[in-house]
């Protein structure tokens, strides 16, 4: 990621621990990084922004296709099914919308970190490939996304009820207890499958669970001519992200220029607010 994407991102934590700060009430959180206003969309196109701790981004890393990057899941919807859902595993079968080949398990060993404001994330790269018109077609919404950490790998074992693995530690969750969502726009980058659309920055202290395995769950698609937006086209593919920039020591190495003191004070509520709220979901969930 360039320097300025960066502060780009380091802004729009700081934009959304204001919006924490001025609101006591839970809101499901929309993310549009390139859907146009008046295309039945109501929030305005950003580049970059958080939803539960976790931080998206425009990114078009290119070359992204099969085969160039190491990808671990691609999935797509089948026949004139708008809606796709599948999680990496090596093993087969239980794979919903995931697609053979290009499917396979992850450890937490072989991700990389990627330094913001020096916290340490997990970056993973999102290709999605979508039709180039006409509107709504090229957008995409992505309207589930949870990461799991196991001990074990090659499980098939995922229940499409409850959307968990059992015994799996939930490292991330995108909707929490909430409807939160992505929307896409495929022609930002227009370059189809083989470059990336977007990438999302994990924090390392969520995968704090034992188990080396990593398993990604993520699902698109919607209702077409209006948000959240149907998945068409050929496949979307998920691949570990390269990482960028080191850790701040002795007032150096950081990638992005320091912010001021009130700024530091914003991210570290944000952090707060974000892991409260990323914990009070997970305890939800096991009730
Ligand atoms: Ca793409
Ligand atoms: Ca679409
Ligand atoms: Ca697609």
Known sequence: MTRSGLKGLAA???SASLLACSSSAKADTVLNLGVPLGSGEFVSPTTDGSINGALFSRNFTQPAGTGVIDSFLRIQANGNDNFEQGYNTSASGGDLDAKGGHLRDIQVSEL??????NVSYYGFLLDVGEPSSPPP??????????I??????????????????????LAYDLNGADTSRVDINYEVSGSGNGQADMVIYVPTANFAGTG????????FGGAGNQPPYFADGSFEEWAPAAGSGTPKTGGGGDTVAPLPKTAWAGIGLLGMLAAGRFLHGRRQQMA
């Open 212 to 219: 080396q395995f990593v398993y990604f769950y993520s699902a």
């Open 148 to 169: 799991f950490q196991s001990a074990t790998g090659g499980r098939n074992d995922f229940n499409v009820s409850t959307l968990s693995f059992p015994g799996a530690t």
């Open 137 to 146: 077609d090229p957008y995409i919404s992505l309207v589930g996304l949870k």
């Open 12 to 14: 729009a934590i700081f």
């Open 112 to 117: 990389q970190l990627t330094w913001i404001n």
